[in-house]
């Protein structure tokens, strides 16, 4: 099992459609979750942190489930300029930064 | 505020020749991160430092590869002898003291020939 695993995608939505992204991490003792965005040929960019209280910023929705060890990402009102590949990352170290990336999933927002 | 600075962006090399990438995190940030990045593996942590001073190593593939910070603003990975499997692009990235939000550089694209 992969210590990080995401929906394979693409996803292919229109515009103002609503999408979830869903990932998973192997190792329970893992301390903090974020999810980044990447745009074709371009570094990867923090989209948010996520907290264990879940949290929001703006269209953008994220939760954790610890006991299932599980992420989600909400876009809600999907804008074309949202199209890029989401990565998932944990962080896996105990005690220092041990970050774990996911394949990343790969999302078109449709005109 | 200048971001993390990578250098070159673009590197074109014959296998069997060395090959150094450069990087200057953020002014201010403790930990330094050298990532690789291929289409089949994905984004995979080569190693980090944290205060200059190498914490995990054990994402650098083989002995042909090595990494440095002399100091704070300054870090290199080295690859001798370069191979064509080496190609990828090549990020740093850096994180502040209070988080562990990582900041990203352009990348290098290396392509080894």
């Known amino acids: 099992r992969k210590e990080v695993e995401q929906d394979p995608g693409p996803f292919n939505v229109p515009e103002g459609a609503t999408v979830a992204f869903n990932c998973t991490y192997s190792n329970s003792a893992s301390q903090s979750f974020f999810w980044y965005r990447q745009d074709c040929r371009k570094e990867p960019k923090l989209l948010m942190s996520?907290?264990?209280s879940g949290n929001e910023d703006g269209r953008f929705t994220a939760q954790l489930n610890r006991a299932s060890q599980y992420i989600s990402l909400l876009i809600r009102d999907s804008k074309l300029s949202d199209s890029a590949t989401y990565l998932c990352?944990?962080?896996?170290?105990?005690?220092?930064?041990?970050?774990?990336f996911g394949p990343g999933t790969r999302l078109s927002v449709l005109p | 505020d200048a971001g993390v600075i990578q250098s070159p962006r673009h590197e074109v090399t014959e296998m069997g020749q060395e090959v150094t990438l450069r990087c200057k995190p953020i002014s201010g940030h403790n930990s330094l991160f050298w990532y690789r990045q291929t289409m089949m593996r994905g984004l995979e942590l080569l190693i980090y430092f944290n205060n200059n001073v190498p914490i995990d190593d054990s994402g650098m593939p083989e002995d042909r590869f090595s990494a440095k910070m002399p100091n704070a603003s300054f870090s290199t990975l080295k690859i001798q002898p370069s191979e064509p499997r080496d190609s990828a692009v090549y990020f740093c990235a850096s994180t502040p003291r209070t988080s562990y939000e990582q900041y990203f550089g352009p990348g290098t694209r290396l392509t080894v020939t």
């Open positions: 990352v944990v962080n896996m170290g105990n005690y220092g930064q041990n970050f774990v």
């Open positions: 996520v907290y264990s």
